[in-house]
């Protein structure tokens, strides 16, 4: 469960989030709309501790996140799985040597590493690409890469921060027929975004942000621009 109860943000003087509360359960797939600078992003650092609010309380779990310390951080990252729009591959390691990274930053085992790698790899469909290199791979295929990487944690969310932003239509769909598929095996899915016309395919929970505040929360929901 994620909670965000009475979140305000403020750099200086500038308002970002203004009493935020959210709520999304485990199993959901949750997209968060807005403008630019609606808050999306911020929302996303407070969750995953980046941030901290300036008032108001969030929860992942068991966790309180904006009371973690630094040092706990990455235990409750493990958690939580990310996926970018710029992909952010090393790009002198192969497919398969990006994917096993996180586990050995995360002090895995070898033999671990070679059992969960091929696994997740096969998972997004990449089976036969592990020994390419980004330079050799799609945006699609680099973004499938990615979203192996998030993955092979098994974390119990995964956030998705404009994972179409750098890709063409067919890739577009076919990433985001991959993460519906993710959510249906049991991870929690929230994909902040703002292309319409994959918010509107979904038929799944929309919360829309404008200027720092929750202005719309609906189940099957819609991306009307404010």
């Given amino acids: 469960m994620i909670a965000f109860q009475n979140v305000y943000k403020q750099y200086g003087k500038m308002s970002v989030l203004e009493d935020v509360n959210l709520?999304?359960?485990?199993?959901?797939?949750?997209?968060l709309v807005g403008?630019?600078?609606?808050?999306?992003?911020?929302?996303?650092?407070?969750?995953i501790g980046e941030e901290k609010p300036t008032r108001g309380r969030v929860f992942f779990g068991q966790y309180e996140v904006n009371k973690l310390r630094d040092k706990e951080l990455p235990t409750l990252?493990?958690?939580?799985?990310?996926?970018?729009?710029?992909?952010?591959?090393?790009?002198?390691?192969?497919?398969y040597e990006n994917v096993a990274f996180a586990l050995e930053v995360?002090?895995?085992?070898q033999g671990e590493i070679n059992e969960?790698?091929?696994?997740?790899?096969?998972?997004?469909?990449?089976?036969?690409?592990?020994k390419n290199f980004p330079?050799?791979?799609?945006?699609?295929?680099?973004?499938?890469?990615?979203?192996?990487?998030?993955?092979?944690?098994?974390?119990e969310v995964i956030?998705?921060?404009?994972?179409?932003?750098?890709?063409?239509?067919?890739?577009?769909?076919?990433?985001?027929a991959l993460l519906q598929k993710i959510n249906q095996l049991g991870t929690t899915l929230i994909l902040a975004t703002h292309d319409?016309?994959?918010?509107?395919?979904?038929?799944?929970?929309v919360v829309t942000l404008d200027q720092g505040r929750v202005i719309r929360d609906e189940e099957k929901g819609k991306y009307i621009l404010v």
């Fill in 35 to 47: 403008r630019s600078g609606a808050g999306k992003s911020t929302l996303i650092k407070l969750l």
């Fill in 159 to 176: 956030i998705a921060d404009e994972p179409t932003g750098n890709l063409d239509p067919i890739h577009t769909w076919e990433i985001i």
């Fill in 135 to 155: 330079h050799e791979l799609s945006g699609g295929e680099k973004q499938r890469v990615a979203i192996a990487r998030s993955m092979v944690h098994r974390p």
């Fill in 77 to 95: 990252r493990r958690h939580i799985g990310i996926v970018f729009q710029d992909f952010r591959l090393l790009p002198n390691k192969t497919a």
């Fill in 196 to 205: 319409k016309d994959v918010v509107n395919s979904l038929d799944k929970r």
């Fill in 116 to 130: 969960l790698v091929p696994q997740v790899l096969d998972m997004v469909g990449l089976g036969d690409r592990g």
């Fill in 106 to 109: 995360a002090g895995r085992l």
């Fill in 23 to 31: 709520r999304i359960n485990p199993g959901e797939f949750v997209s």
